[in-house]
Protein backbone atom coordinates (compact mmCIF):
# COMPACT_ATOMS: atom_id res chain seq x y z
CA UNK A 1 0.00 0.00 0.00
CA UNK A 2 1.59 3.76 -0.83
CA UNK A 3 1.81 5.80 1.89
CA UNK A 4 3.04 9.38 1.74
CA UNK A 5 5.86 10.09 4.12
CA UNK A 6 8.52 12.61 5.53
CA UNK A 7 12.44 12.82 5.83
CA UNK A 8 13.69 13.89 8.72
CA UNK A 9 16.05 15.24 6.51
CA UNK A 10 14.10 18.29 5.97
CA UNK A 11 14.24 19.51 8.98
CA UNK A 12 17.63 18.48 9.93
CA UNK A 13 19.17 21.69 10.27
CA UNK A 14 17.09 22.67 13.28
CA UNK A 15 18.17 19.52 14.81
CA UNK A 16 21.63 20.70 14.05
CA UNK A 17 21.37 23.78 15.78
CA UNK A 18 19.33 22.55 18.67
CA UNK A 19 16.35 24.48 17.54
CA UNK A 20 14.55 21.06 17.44
CA UNK A 21 16.02 17.77 19.46
CA UNK A 22 15.64 14.86 16.81
CA UNK A 23 12.39 13.42 18.84
CA UNK A 24 10.71 16.69 18.09
CA UNK A 25 11.33 17.09 14.85
CA UNK A 26 10.20 13.49 14.28
CA UNK A 27 6.83 14.58 16.30
CA UNK A 28 6.73 17.76 14.01
CA UNK A 29 7.08 15.69 10.93
CA UNK A 30 3.99 13.27 12.34
CA UNK A 31 2.19 16.64 12.76
CA UNK A 32 2.75 17.82 9.28
CA UNK A 33 0.70 14.57 8.09
CA UNK A 34 3.11 12.17 7.56
CA UNK A 35 1.75 8.23 7.44
CA UNK A 36 5.24 6.82 7.53
CA UNK A 37 8.88 8.61 8.57
CA UNK A 38 12.67 8.19 7.36
CA UNK A 39 15.37 8.38 9.81
CA UNK A 40 18.59 10.15 8.31
CA UNK A 41 21.07 11.04 11.01
CA UNK A 42 22.15 14.18 10.67
CA UNK A 43 22.37 15.65 13.78
CA UNK A 44 22.08 12.32 16.04
CA UNK A 45 23.89 9.26 16.04
CA UNK A 46 21.25 6.39 17.10
CA UNK A 47 24.50 4.01 17.52
CA UNK A 48 26.47 5.93 19.70
CA UNK A 49 23.36 7.57 21.41
CA UNK A 50 21.30 4.27 21.61
CA UNK A 51 18.90 5.74 24.22
CA UNK A 52 17.32 7.65 21.15
CA UNK A 53 16.35 4.09 20.08
CA UNK A 54 13.32 3.70 22.89
CA UNK A 55 12.56 7.69 22.50
CA UNK A 56 12.44 7.31 18.62
CA UNK A 57 10.15 3.83 19.37
CA UNK A 58 7.92 5.84 21.93
CA UNK A 59 7.66 8.59 19.57
CA UNK A 60 6.62 6.61 16.93
CA UNK A 61 4.31 4.78 18.77
CA UNK A 62 2.86 7.87 20.27
CA UNK A 63 1.94 9.85 17.60
CA UNK A 64 0.78 6.45 15.60
CA UNK A 65 3.23 6.84 12.76
CA UNK A 66 5.50 4.35 11.46
CA UNK A 67 9.83 4.66 11.02
CA UNK A 68 9.64 3.00 7.29
CA UNK A 69 13.30 3.41 6.32
CA UNK A 70 16.63 4.58 8.01
CA UNK A 71 19.19 6.81 5.36
CA UNK A 72 22.91 6.12 5.83
CA UNK A 73 25.70 7.96 4.00
CA UNK A 74 28.64 5.49 3.59
CA UNK A 75 31.82 5.12 1.39
CA UNK A 76 33.76 1.78 0.45
CA UNK A 77 35.88 3.27 -2.52
CA UNK A 78 39.22 4.15 -2.67
CA UNK A 79 39.76 3.74 0.56
CA UNK A 80 42.83 1.12 2.36
CA UNK A 81 42.21 -2.21 2.73
CA UNK A 82 41.93 -1.23 7.12
CA UNK A 83 39.20 1.56 6.52
CA UNK A 84 37.28 -0.50 4.04
CA UNK A 85 36.69 -2.99 6.78
CA UNK A 86 36.13 0.03 9.46
CA UNK A 87 33.45 1.53 7.22
CA UNK A 88 31.96 -2.04 6.95
CA UNK A 89 32.00 -2.63 10.49
CA UNK A 90 30.52 1.11 11.54
CA UNK A 91 27.63 0.43 8.84
CA UNK A 92 26.69 -3.13 10.37
CA UNK A 93 26.61 -1.71 13.39
CA UNK A 94 23.73 1.03 11.94
CA UNK A 95 22.49 -2.27 10.26
CA UNK A 96 22.08 -4.08 13.99
CA UNK A 97 20.21 -0.68 15.16
CA UNK A 98 17.87 -0.54 12.27
CA UNK A 99 16.85 -4.40 13.00
CA UNK A 100 16.73 -3.97 16.86
CA UNK A 101 14.31 -1.02 15.74
CA UNK A 102 12.69 -2.73 13.50
CA UNK A 103 12.93 -0.62 10.56
CA UNK A 104 12.25 -2.75 7.45
CA UNK A 105 15.18 -1.24 4.95
CA UNK A 106 18.64 0.84 5.13
CA UNK A 107 20.01 3.18 2.38
CA UNK A 108 23.72 2.55 2.28
CA UNK A 109 25.82 4.98 -0.07
CA UNK A 110 28.83 3.12 -1.85
CA UNK A 111 30.69 6.26 -3.06
CA UNK A 112 31.28 9.46 -0.92
CA UNK A 113 29.18 12.28 -1.43
CA UNK A 114 32.24 14.73 -1.62
CA UNK A 115 34.25 13.21 -4.02
CA UNK A 116 36.75 14.89 -6.67
CA UNK A 117 34.88 15.06 -9.96
CA UNK A 118 37.27 14.18 -11.50
CA UNK A 119 36.91 10.66 -10.24
CA UNK A 120 33.75 10.52 -11.15
CA UNK A 121 34.08 8.99 -14.96
CA UNK A 122 32.20 6.08 -16.43
CA UNK A 123 35.95 4.52 -16.74
CA UNK A 124 36.41 4.57 -12.99
CA UNK A 125 32.81 3.20 -12.32
CA UNK A 126 33.52 0.67 -14.52
CA UNK A 127 36.29 -0.55 -12.69
CA UNK A 128 35.36 0.35 -9.10
CA UNK A 129 31.83 -2.06 -10.27
CA UNK A 130 33.15 -5.15 -9.12
CA UNK A 131 33.92 -3.57 -5.54
CA UNK A 132 30.65 -1.70 -5.16
CA UNK A 133 28.69 -5.09 -6.09
CA UNK A 134 30.50 -7.35 -3.85
CA UNK A 135 30.11 -4.90 -0.90
CA UNK A 136 26.48 -4.37 -1.35
CA UNK A 137 26.40 -8.42 -1.19
CA UNK A 138 28.11 -8.38 1.94
CA UNK A 139 25.82 -6.08 3.59
CA UNK A 140 22.58 -7.73 1.84
CA UNK A 141 24.06 -11.00 3.71
CA UNK A 142 24.64 -9.24 7.13
CA UNK A 143 21.60 -7.12 6.71
CA UNK A 144 19.50 -10.78 5.44
CA UNK A 145 19.07 -12.66 8.85
CA UNK A 146 18.24 -9.43 10.61
CA UNK A 147 14.93 -8.61 8.96
CA UNK A 148 16.33 -5.67 7.18
CA UNK A 149 16.69 -4.70 2.76
CA UNK A 150 19.07 -3.22 2.03
CA UNK A 151 18.73 -0.10 -1.06
CA UNK A 152 20.59 1.98 -3.26
CA UNK A 153 19.94 5.48 -3.93
CA UNK A 154 20.92 7.40 -6.58
CA UNK A 155 22.57 10.04 -4.25
CA UNK A 156 25.92 11.90 -5.55
CA UNK A 157 27.71 12.20 -8.21
CA UNK A 158 29.53 8.33 -9.10
CA UNK A 159 27.59 6.03 -7.95
CA UNK A 160 24.09 7.66 -9.62
CA UNK A 161 22.16 7.92 -12.75
CA UNK A 162 20.06 5.78 -14.73
CA UNK A 163 22.33 3.49 -16.43
CA UNK A 164 24.92 3.34 -13.84
CA UNK A 165 22.49 2.73 -10.63
CA UNK A 166 20.60 0.11 -13.26
CA UNK A 167 23.85 -1.74 -13.85
CA UNK A 168 24.40 -1.94 -9.56
CA UNK A 169 21.19 -2.71 -9.15
CA UNK A 170 20.87 -6.11 -11.49
CA UNK A 171 24.49 -7.19 -10.86
CA UNK A 172 23.81 -7.67 -7.15
CA UNK A 173 22.58 -10.77 -6.57
CA UNK A 174 20.49 -10.75 -3.19
CA UNK A 175 16.71 -10.92 -2.57
CA UNK A 176 17.10 -8.38 -0.10
CA UNK A 177 18.01 -5.34 -2.07
CA UNK A 178 16.25 -2.80 -3.90
CA UNK A 179 16.48 1.19 -4.86
CA UNK A 180 15.77 3.82 -3.12
CA UNK A 181 14.46 6.16 -6.08
CA UNK A 182 15.18 9.97 -5.87
CA UNK A 183 13.42 12.13 -8.16
CA UNK A 184 16.04 15.43 -7.96
CA UNK A 185 19.26 13.58 -7.35
CA UNK A 186 18.90 12.60 -11.16
CA UNK A 187 19.83 15.97 -11.96
CA UNK A 188 23.08 15.89 -9.88
CA UNK A 189 24.64 13.61 -13.25
CA UNK A 190 22.50 16.30 -15.82
CA UNK A 191 20.25 12.71 -16.37
CA UNK A 192 16.77 14.01 -17.00
CA UNK A 193 14.16 13.22 -13.82
CA UNK A 194 11.05 12.88 -16.16
CA UNK A 195 12.64 10.28 -18.20
CA UNK A 196 14.94 8.36 -15.60
CA UNK A 197 11.70 7.94 -13.76
CA UNK A 198 10.13 5.79 -16.29
CA UNK A 199 13.12 3.98 -16.55
CA UNK A 200 13.96 3.14 -12.65
CA UNK A 201 10.20 3.32 -11.32
CA UNK A 202 10.41 -1.36 -12.05
CA UNK A 203 13.12 -1.31 -9.50
CA UNK A 204 11.86 1.29 -6.70
CA UNK A 205 11.37 -0.08 -3.23
CA UNK A 206 10.65 3.74 -1.77
CA UNK A 207 10.60 7.12 -3.57
CA UNK A 208 12.08 10.43 -2.46
CA UNK A 209 9.82 13.04 -3.77
CA UNK A 210 12.63 16.58 -4.61
CA UNK A 211 12.63 19.44 -6.77
CA UNK A 212 15.76 21.09 -8.04
CA UNK A 213 15.75 24.87 -9.70
CA UNK A 214 18.23 24.43 -12.42
CA UNK A 215 20.17 26.97 -14.47
CA UNK A 216 22.78 26.25 -17.18
CA UNK A 217 26.53 26.47 -16.75
CA UNK A 218 26.83 29.93 -18.80
CA UNK A 219 23.68 31.49 -16.19
CA UNK A 220 25.65 31.76 -13.09
CA UNK A 221 23.09 32.82 -10.26
CA UNK A 222 25.96 33.35 -8.18
CA UNK A 223 26.34 32.05 -4.49
CA UNK A 224 26.95 28.65 -5.08
CA UNK A 225 29.56 26.38 -3.37
CA UNK A 226 30.66 22.71 -4.13
CA UNK A 227 28.98 19.86 -2.70
CA UNK A 228 26.78 22.37 -0.15
CA UNK A 229 23.25 21.02 -1.55
CA UNK A 230 21.25 22.88 1.34
CA UNK A 231 22.42 26.16 1.76
CA UNK A 232 23.58 27.38 -1.38
CA UNK A 233 23.47 26.80 -5.29
CA UNK A 234 26.15 23.80 -6.62
CA UNK A 235 27.08 22.75 -9.30
CA UNK A 236 26.10 18.59 -11.59
CA UNK A 237 29.11 16.87 -13.03
CA UNK A 238 28.97 18.83 -16.04
CA UNK A 239 28.83 22.60 -14.57
CA UNK A 240 24.72 22.78 -14.45
CA UNK A 241 23.53 24.75 -11.54
CA UNK A 242 21.43 23.42 -8.78
CA UNK A 243 19.40 24.48 -5.52
CA UNK A 244 16.92 22.93 -3.68
CA UNK A 245 13.51 23.81 -4.28
CA UNK A 246 10.12 23.88 -2.43
CA UNK A 247 8.12 20.91 -4.31
CA UNK A 248 6.70 21.75 -7.61
CA UNK A 249 8.00 25.57 -7.21
CA UNK A 250 11.60 24.25 -9.18
CA UNK A 251 11.88 23.08 -12.67
CA UNK A 252 11.25 19.45 -12.35
CA UNK A 253 7.84 18.06 -14.18
CA UNK A 254 6.58 16.86 -10.88
CA UNK A 255 3.19 16.40 -12.24
CA UNK A 256 4.89 13.57 -15.15
CA UNK A 257 6.69 12.17 -12.36
CA UNK A 258 3.54 11.67 -10.21
CA UNK A 259 1.65 10.66 -13.75
CA UNK A 260 4.47 7.65 -13.98
CA UNK A 261 4.32 6.80 -11.05
CA UNK A 262 1.00 6.65 -10.26
CA UNK A 263 0.13 4.52 -12.91
CA UNK A 264 2.98 2.24 -12.35
CA UNK A 265 2.85 -0.61 -10.35
CA UNK A 266 4.83 0.45 -7.51
CA UNK A 267 3.35 -0.20 -3.84
CA UNK A 268 5.87 1.60 -1.64
CA UNK A 269 6.24 4.45 0.36
CA UNK A 270 6.72 8.05 -0.89
CA UNK A 271 8.70 9.94 1.02
CA UNK A 272 9.32 14.13 0.98
CA UNK A 273 12.53 14.97 0.84
CA UNK A 274 12.75 18.33 1.18
CA UNK A 275 16.23 20.41 0.43
CA UNK A 276 15.24 24.13 -0.18
CA UNK A 277 17.11 26.91 1.12
CA UNK A 278 13.20 28.37 2.41
CA UNK A 279 12.64 27.98 6.18
CA UNK A 280 12.58 24.46 6.65
CA UNK A 281 9.60 23.42 8.72
CA UNK A 282 7.57 25.54 6.23
CA UNK A 283 9.48 24.38 2.99
CA UNK A 284 8.86 20.50 4.53
CA UNK A 285 5.19 21.43 5.08
CA UNK A 286 3.93 23.28 2.24
CA UNK A 287 6.22 20.77 -0.48
CA UNK A 288 3.97 17.78 1.70
CA UNK A 289 0.85 19.15 1.19
CA UNK A 290 2.56 19.65 -2.89
CA UNK A 291 3.29 15.81 -2.95
CA UNK A 292 -0.29 15.01 -2.05
CA UNK A 293 -2.30 17.17 -4.13
CA UNK A 294 -0.64 16.36 -7.42
CA UNK A 295 -0.89 12.86 -6.91
CA UNK A 296 -4.17 12.80 -6.77
CA UNK A 297 -4.38 15.76 -9.40
CA UNK A 298 -2.71 13.68 -12.12
Same mark, same amino acid.
Given at each position: ?31 ? /? ?29 ? /? ?18 ? *? ?47 ? @? ?36 ? !? ?16 ? @? ?33 ? !? ?61 ? !? ?6 ? *????
Amino acid at each position: MRRFGISIYGVSRKIRTGELSPVRAFERICEM /GAEVVELVPFGFNLVETPELKSEFKAASARM /GVPIGNYSLNANFLMLSDEA *YANELLRVKKHIDMVSDMEIPTIRVDSAAFSRPMCENTMEKFQSELPII @VNTYEQICDYAKPLGVTVLLENHGFHANGSERVRQILT !SVKRDNWGHQLDVGNYTC @VDDIPEIAVKKMISFAKTIHMKDFYLRPPHRDPGG !SEDFNCEDSWFRSVNGTFLRGSILAQGDIDIWDVMRTIKTSSFDGDIYLEYEGMEECEYGTHL !SFANMKRI *YNEV
